[in-house]
């Protein structure tokens, strides 16, 4: 067996650290945990599960300011449909029991609006809170490797939790740890200054923005930047707004792109009748779509698109002099920087086909950009077990089915570690659960199989107890 040495930071080989010890602990009560979650209270909702989650109720915002346009997916792709159409969980059954089901019929749509979207999510949360596993106001602070075998093994992981506002520290402990903890966004490093936080938002706070429009005494100069959906469909709204206000799109591509979703790219991605992919996570194979454009590119559905070129050509009917149009499409442009000047932001961009750095002409009362999100969610929790993984250089990853790849006899038969949204892109629009249910499908079977494992094992050490007996 390999030597365990020093790598088990914050190891404790007692056995004695007095928690509350459950089947499955997840961390995280997101769009993550409340998929996995799904899948798992479809498969047995008897079993002893905790969630936890720092905020005080489970927040279904998708964080768009269009909430009654369109989802990114289709309602049959809701959390558990395509797994098991017959669960209580679907979003036919969420329809039925909320009275919706006859209106939604008769509009005869595939996809959702997300305002129902958003509905149909904090419904299921609340099944899966009367089922008693979740604890709100609670955050995981540390995660720790428990032993209590004879050969060192990790059993077990302890995670210490602290509520959210008393600060009081409770701990609790479980063989298998679903780590479902939102990816962190934050603004470009050259928009995130202090100084400019009255001036430049993030995108999701977009509602925010058009409040502030709606309360102008006066015309208003507004910068977006990004090309992905939010993006486009704020840029859109500002089109159709009354008043007099302007707005620039800026974009690093040479034009916005239209998102490749047809029946054929979704069959590859669901992997369906393509037994040679199968074994890939659905990210995977949704990457493995992308062109060398569209990976670097966000992309746009079509009817959004088609819209926004309708509204802007009838712009260029209405005022043939491009200089008077009131709204723009800024290509091939990168910002590298920004300060306040005369209470607004004066933008610096670089052309990204030739480096060349400028300062933009104009002068604008609001900056709102795309975020960036963090390539590995959960990172922090799992920074204490660094010399646990197998890579050797402190770093973590995940298989096929989201399990963390540790070191060989590192961990006892029946434990492991899960995170979720590890291998999503981040270019993937918020409203589009394509792969969510397919994602925490992968986990939960995965979990099976070492929850599997674990009973063989202690079978057969029984069995050899009683043999010796």
């Known amino acids: 067996m390999e030597s365990h040495g020093d790598g088990l930071s914050n190891f404790d080989s007692s056995g004695t650290d007095h928690s509350t010890t459950y089947d499955v602990v997840c961390i995280g009560f997101g769009t993550k945990g409340l998929a996995f979650t799904t899948v798992l209270a479809d498969h047995d909702p008897s079993q002893r599960v905790l969630v936890v989650e720092r905020d005080s109720r489970f927040n279904n915002d998708l964080g768009f300011a269009a909430e009654d346009g369109s989802a990114g997916s289709t309602f049959l792709r809701d959390l558990i449909t395509l797994r098991n159409p017959r669960s209580e969980f679907t979003f036919v059954n969420f329809l039925h029991e909320t009275n919706l089901l006859v209106a939604f019929t008769n509009a005869s749509q595939l996809t959702t609006s997300r305002r129902l979207t958003a509905r149909y999510m904090a419904w299921v949360a609340q099944k899966i809170e009367q089922l008693g596993w979740v604890s709100f106001n609670k955050e995981a602070v540390n995660i720790k490797p428990t032993s209590i075998a004879a050969n060192g093994q990790v059993t077990r992981w302890t995670i210490d939790l602290r509520a959210s506002g008393t600060g009081a520290a409770s701990k609790v402990s479980c063989k298998r740890l679903i780590v479902a903890t939102g990816a962190q966004s934050r603004l470009p490093r050259s928009l995130a200054s202090p100084k400019l936080s009255s001036n430049v938002l993030p995108l999701s706070k977009s509602a925010e923005l058009l409040k502030r429009i709606h309360n102008a005494d006066r015309a208003l100069s507004i910068a977006i930047i990004g090309a992905d959906q939010e993006a486009v469909e704020l840029f859109e709204h500002l089109i159709s707004a ?14 916005l792109r239209v998102e490749d979703c047809t029946p054929f790219t979704q069959e590859m991605i669901d992997g369906a009748n393509n037994t040679s992919l199968h074994h890939l996570p659905p990210e995977v194979r949704q990457r493995m779509l992308a062109t060398s454009v569209a990976a670097e590119f966000p992309t746009v559905d079509l009817h959004t698109l088609e819209a926004l070129y309708v509204l802007l050509y009838t712009q260029h009917i209405q005022q043939h002099d491009k200089t008077q149009h009131r709204f723009h499409l800024k290509p091939h442009t990168r910002i590298s920087g920004a300060q306040l000047q005369d209470a ?12 060349a750095e400028t300062q933009l002409p104009d ?12 390539a590995l969610p959960g990172k922090p929790l799992l920074a204490p077990l660094s010399r646990m993984f197998d890579s050797g250089n402190g770093s973590w990853t995940v298989d096929s089915g989201y399990k963390v ?10 434990c492991g570690l899960w995170v979720m949204g590890t291998l999503t892109d981040p270019k993937v629009r918020r409203d589009n659960f394509s792969v969510l249910s397919a994602s925490a499908g992968r986990a939960l079977e995965s979990m099976l199989e070492v929850a599997q494992v674990g009973e063989t094992e202690e079978s057969a050490s029984k069995y050899g107890q009683l043999a010796m007996l």
């Open 242 to 255: 009354p008043g007099q206000h302007r707005a620039t799109m800026i974009l690093a591509g040479s034009a």
């Open 344 to 355: 607004k932001v004066q933008l610096t961009a670089s052309d990204v086909r030739s480096h």
């Open 363 to 374: 002068l604008y009362d609001f900056v709102i950009a795309t975020t960036e999100r963090e």
């Open 405 to 414: 790849n540790f070191r060989r006899n590192v961990l006892a038969p029946g």
